[in-house]
């Protein structure tokens, strides 16, 4: 017999994967160079030259049995180490290896971290608009996810609404800071708020209510905008981290969960994640990626490609009518809508080979997010074909 869970979820497919694949199949029609494809955040950058060298090293003249054989459970005992040190380095907290657990990626992270921190029935709560795989992932422990609805504002967290819905079944918080959607970066003010209310609600539960803080796009803030370091502002923070986005490695599937020194119960938690990866199979990311990033810690792509798209296509929607936060980082912007119903708006864009993103998914219905991880070039050819969508579609905007 088939497992019914997976067959229902068939039925609810991502809706990022199926434009994308819309886009392609368009593409082989026209030529991709003539669809304006924001559907999915890939990035667009290359990886650093010294990453594709040092993996070339590492397999011409590396240890085969290091190379090629099975990494210990939490990951090697020197990458991890070295994940420490520079997170010491850069934002100075005593972190050791035995805070750090290598991972698939952020999605393995947040994996192994909702595991840790909850038991089937408990509530996390996260912030609209978000990340939509943020549904299956906590779904599928058992947990039940809660979406706290956006401040349309500035994207910031809603802070009423949260202490709302902020009950005593709730487990964790999970944020993603640069965040997609939006681009938004928390600011300090929002995240010492955050901190305070979830110790004073951690003392009145009588249980730590501990914070998810997804990172992937950490190294992708904008000039002028302040990032901080979530894991400085509360003590019981497991930070996910990725090097897709830094480094331009999503296919390596890399990255890593960092319990904040200050959790009485982080090195815990990082043993506890071992046994996860026994029960789910994950068994750990491949030897040869872990050492190859962790000769490059500090080194990113070049990224600035993701600012300059940002700043076309941010004065081309606001000069068009839309509503739109600016982002401080990432590579996507979410506008509202010109109507009411976002799915119909971008099911009208493709007719003008626009690929867009409806934000119903994101927990926020009448936005729309767009991934300028492209070519620079094919933002600016982008434009005529969204200033004629406006004027055709939507006339006296």
């Known amino acids: 017999m088939l497992a019914g869970h997976y067959q229902s979820m068939l ?11 819309f886009a392609t199949a368009r593409g082989k029609e026209i030529g991709y160079e003539n669809v304006f494809d924001f559907s999915l955040g890939n990035p667009s950058v290359p990886a650093p030259e010294a990453v594709t060298r040092t993996m070339v090293r590492l397999l011409q003249e590396g ?41 698939s990626g ?19 709560l996260t912030f609209a608009p978000c990340f939509s795989e943020y549904v299956p992932y906590v779904n599928g422990t058992g947990a039940v996810l809660k979406m706290v609805p956006a401040d349309t504002e500035t994207f910031q967290i809603h802070f009423p609404l949260l202490e709302e819905m902020l009950s005593r079944n709730v487990a964790a918080v999970l944020i993603n800071t640069p965040n997609n959607p939006s681009g938004v970066v928390y600011s300090a003010q929002t995240l010492r708020k955050l901190a305070d209310l979830l110790e004073r609600k951690s003392a009145e539960y009588g249980h730590t209510i501990y914070l998810i803080s997804d990172e ?51 090195k815990t938690i990082i043993q506890m994640c071992g046994q996860i990866s026994r029960e789910t199979g994950h068994n750990c990311p491949a030897s040869l990626i872990q050492l190859a990033v962790a000769e490059h810690l500090d080194l990113t792509s070049d990224t600035a490609v993701y600012e300059t798209n940002k700043n076309i296509l941010y004065r081309e929607l606001k000069a068009l009518g839309f509503t739109c936060v600016e ?53 600016e050819r982008s434009l005529p074909a969204l200033r004629r969508f406006m004027a055709e579609c939507y006339p006296g905007r």
């Open 11 to 21: 039925q609810g497919k991502s809706v990022i994967r199926e434009l994308s694949e």
């Open 63 to 103: 240890d085969p049995m290091a190379v090629h054989g099975y990494s210990p459970s939490l990951g090697i005992a020197a990458v991890r180490e070295k994940v420490a040190a520079s997170l010491r380095k850069r934002f100075g907290m005593p972190y050791e290896a035995g805070h750090i657990f290598m991972t």
């Open 106 to 124: 952020a999605a393995g992270a947040i994996a192994h971290a909702l595991r840790a921190v909850t038991e089937p029935g408990d509530e996390v």
């Open 216 to 266: 992937p796009y950490r190294e992708i803030v904008f000039a002028g905008v302040d990032a901080p370091f979530v894991s400085a502002f509360y003590a019981d923070t497991l930070m996910c981290y990725s090097f897709s986005k830094s480094l331009s490695l999503p296919g390596e599937r890399i990255g890593y969960v960092a319990v904040s020194p200050a959790c009485e119960t982080g």
């Open 327 to 379: 982002p401080g980082g990432t590579f996507y912007i979410f506008p509202r809508a010109p109507e009411e119903d976002a799915a119909a708006f971008c099911r009208k864009g493709r007719d003008y080979d626009l690929i867009m993103v409806p934000g119903d998914g994101f927990g926020c219905p009448g936005y729309f997010r767009m991934a300028y991880c492209i070519d620079t070039e094919k933002v």
